[in-house]
């Protein structure tokens, strides 16, 4: 994997597509086995009713765009996009259900959205905002789309602390190849500590921004089989695992197991896990007048 010393946001959006799209196929596999749950509290959170027309943003393999597309129902609609080609096309032969809404998968940038301003009555972004470029030019582009009264939910990753099902991992990763950290790059835990993703929602111009965090704990067999995991199917994280030089990541992968012996349990291994989730409604026409000080109409 090339090395890059500064940041520059372009290179980085290229990099991420490659990288995402290599590790499509792992990704949706490890999102099979343990997001599922995750994801069912997210798209109730969202508040997402039966009729609306639904945006997912960075839709991965496609699991909440499935689950939004059920909550809407026939009535409904869903748009999923996603900068990986190869992430839409695992997710474009998802079955549905029936009693589904219809499902239009595009590859967009979630920075530079392609669609009209209040397109949308919910705009939905799981495990995507942290990875972006730019983080707050995303949040904007999905409150552009959201329609006046309309709800921007997104989840993201908790503080790196309490989220050691990556932490553990990433964190020695940087101990034993610390080229591997760009300056100035964005990391999955920056939303992860009180308030920050709800000041986020609340720069982007929403309102009324409400959170929650959910902790537990994913259950492996062994620490053996959490490593198998994550270096095959844990997305940037795996992919540059699986770049290393046998030795570097020989020795990645004894100390990660020598950590993980912490969390071996009568059961077998059990990390714990957090994610924060947030959402916002954008201000209608006038109530954005009032906060101004213009006149309502």
């Not at 090339?2 to 959006?13: G, L, M, N, V």
């Not at 960075?58 to 009535?75: F, I, N």
């Not at 270096?231 to 290393?244: E, N, W």
Request: net charge positive; glycine share 10%.
């Amino acid at each position: 994997m090339e090395k890059t010393s500064t940041f520059d946001p372009k290179a980085f959006d290229q990099m991420s597509a490659g990288i995402w799209n290599e590790a499509a196929q792992h990704y949706d596999q490890l999102s099979r086995l343990l997001f599922g749950a995750v994801t069912d509290e997210f798209i109730r959170f969202s508040g997402i009713r039966p009729g609306e027309k639904v945006l997912d943003i960075a839709c991965g393999p496609g699991a909440a765009s499935l689950r939004a597309a059920a909550a809407v129902g026939p009535r409904g609609t869903v748009d999923a996009v996603d900068f990986a080609e190869k992430m839409i096309s695992i997710a474009s032969t998802r079955p549905r259900r029936d009693d589904s809404a219809p499902i239009v998968w595009r590859r967009m940038d979630a920075q530079r959205l392609e669609f009209p301003g209040g397109s949308f009555d919910a705009v939905i972004c799981q495990l995507g905002l942290m990875l972006f470029a730019r983080p707050k030019l995303a949040l904007g582009e999905m409150a552009r789309v959201a329609k006046p009264g309309g709800r921007v939910s997104c989840l993201v990753q908790g503080e790196a602390a309490k989220m050691l099902f990556t932490s553990l991992l990433n964190k020695t990763m940087v101990k034993h190849v610390p080229e591997l950290k760009i300056p100035g790059a964005p990391t999955i835990y920056d939303f992860g500590p009180p308030g920050v993703l709800e000041d986020a929602l609340s720069q982007a111009g929403l309102a009324r921004v409400e959170s929650r965090r959910l902790s537990g704990k994913f259950h492996f067999e062994s620490p053996q089989a959490y490593w198998e995991t994550m270096a095959s199917g844990a997305g940037r994280t795996g992919v540059l695992i699986q770049s290393l030089e046998p030795a570097k990541r020989q020795a990645l992968k004894e100390e990660v197991l020598a950590k993980s012996a912490a969390f071996v349990t009568p059961d077998g291994f059990e990390i714990p896990y957090e994610f924060v989730m947030a959402r916002g409604l954008k201000k209608s026409n006038a109530a954005a007048g009032k906060a101004s000080g213009a006149p309502s109409a």
